[in-house]
């Protein structure tokens, strides 16, 4: 799987071509003699400046001319046939993210410690990144290659930061003037071309709640089906963004803010079909409140946004139970250990790991964790840190830790505040498990993890980028 760099890319030098990263073995890009740090400049004559370029200009091609740029400087013409379907073999370097020009009232990185990870301040605003990740664009600064390019490349869907369809509003939020507020003519031209559109508003008390909030629903839900969901995730503050105009959410707030949806959200499942405006989970448990049914999120299009998360987790849990029930784990009553996770998730999963523990006589202890690094109001698990964990050591027992696999970086074991996996293992002296859903069905013998919902394996965390 690719991931984008995570390096400004204001410090990349921007060279022709996407470069060649690895090349597997006995491949089609083998036999072309292609090398990791060869630059695929053009195919058929057309520039490529991506992987995502690449793949869309050699799908479904069998006669092919690529101009290469060999890492000796040499400059190669390639013209090849290849079977229908017949895969290169080829990975490519990462995707340096295009960088997000407003200045956002809300904006996470604000909410960084000075000390953290340089990789923490950069903000993208990139619609490849929305396309393959699901990253949020406000649409504020894209050019008119890159509506082009999700056009003609059918980069659908797209995920995109409205908050407010009221300009000023907007424009406020994003600290930028009405004319690039205004997304209007470009949001229409994609759902013209029929690109599907997932929007967010991230809830900002007082700011873009109440009236406005209402008018922004209904404003995007004029255009269903083609815009297919909001998701509405509460404003998070850190103890390092202390800006005045921002008031934080509380749980007051959120119950306010659940009873006055409510009616709007019957009214678009009456009309459409769908709930259409879909809560955060965070909104919900803060309100000390159940999340709704599995029914309300339908196929959970927000998911990843901390959307549905929460019943997601529990309807495979309760498909995890059911196996159980009908095969009991021989080793279960083994299982001694403590499961790591965020304070609003921990009350949940305590409950459901009870019932594991009084069911099959494991002794697995759920422990909340409070962010220190970030602040207490930070209740997602996603955002913890090797620092948080070490602070909350008194409360692990057992011979394991389990903490939730989004702490880490997807490709490297390491944690938002630089503690990697093994320094954690070390300072805890016990061994810790970064685990998803499926890895947790396999502490428990079982050859498979529940196929659906097939997003719910984050089960331990709700964490995004909410520029």
């Not at 690895?22 to 083998?30: D, G, I, K, Q």
């Amino acid at each position: 799987m690719y991931e984008f760099a995570v390096e400004p890319a204001v410090t990349q030098i921007r060279r022709r071509g996407v470069m060649v990263a690895a090349v597997a073995p006995a491949s089609l890009a083998a036999e072309l003699e292609l090398a990791a740090g060869d630059r695929i400049i053009k195919i058929n004559g057309r520039a490529v400046r991506d992987y995502l370029d690449f793949r869309f200009l050699t799908g479904g091609e069998t006669e092919l001319t690529l101009a290469v740029r060999k890492q000796s400087g040499e400059e190669w013409e390639i013209e090849l046939e290849r079977g229908e379907g017949e895969d290169f073999g080829l990975e490519f370097e990462q995707i340096a993210p295009r960088q997000c020009a407003n200045e956002c009232l809300f904006c996470f990185c604000k909410g960084n410690p000075p000390d953290a990870r340089k990789s923490l301040f950069v903000r993208d605003e990139d619609i490849r990144l929305s396309f393959l990740y699901g990253n949020y664009t406000t649409l504020t600064s894209i050019t008119e290659d890159e509506m082009q390019r999700i056009i003609e490349q059918r980069l659908t869907p797209q995920y995109v930061s409205v908050h407010a369809t009221d300009l000023d509003v907007r424009a406020y939020l994003l600290g930028v003037d009405k004319r690039r507020a205004d997304i209007s003519a470009k949001l229409r031209r994609l759902l013209d071309a029929e690109i599907e559109i997932h929007a967010q508003v991230v809830l900002c008390p007082e700011i873009n709640d109440g009236k406005i909030l209402r008018r922004t629903i209904y404003d995007l839900a004029a255009d269903h089906p083609r815009i297919k969901s909001v998701a509405i995730v509460p404003l998070g503050l850190t103890r390092y963004n202390t800006d005045e105009r921002l008031t934080p959410v509380t749980a007051e707030f959120c119950r306010r803010t659940i009873k006055e949806l409510a009616p709007i959200q019957r009214d678009l499942r009456a009309r459409l079909g769908t709930t259409f405006a879909f809560l955060g989970d965070e909104i919900y448990l803060r309100a000390g409140l159940a999340v709704p049914t599995r029914r309300h999120y339908g196929d959970y299009p927000q998911i990843e946004d901390g959307v549905g998360m929460v019943r997601s987790f529990q309807e495979v849990f309760n498909k995890l139970w059911r196996k159980l029930e009908r095969r009991p784990p021989a080793q279960a009553a083994k299982l001694h250990g403590t499961i790591l996770t965020g304070t609003l998730f921990a009350p949940i999963l305590s409950q459901l790991i009870g019932r594991l523990n009084e069911r099959f006589k494991t002794r697995l202890h759920v422990a909340a964790v409070v962010n220190e690094y970030f602040g207490p109001d930070i209740v997602v698990a996603g955002l913890l840190t090797g620092s948080c964990i070490l602070k909350a050591r008194a409360q692990i027992r057992g011979e394991f830790v389990i903490v939730p696999a989004s702490v880490f970086k997807s490709d490297e074991a390491v944690m938002l505040d630089g503690t990697t996996h093994a320094e954690l293992q070390q300072r805890l002296g016990c061994v810790v498990r970064p685990t998803d859903f499926t890895a947790f069905t396999r502490m428990f013998a079982l050859s498979a993890a529940p196929a659906e919902p097939p997003v719910a394996e984050n089960y331990l965390s709700v964490a995004k980028n909410l520029d």
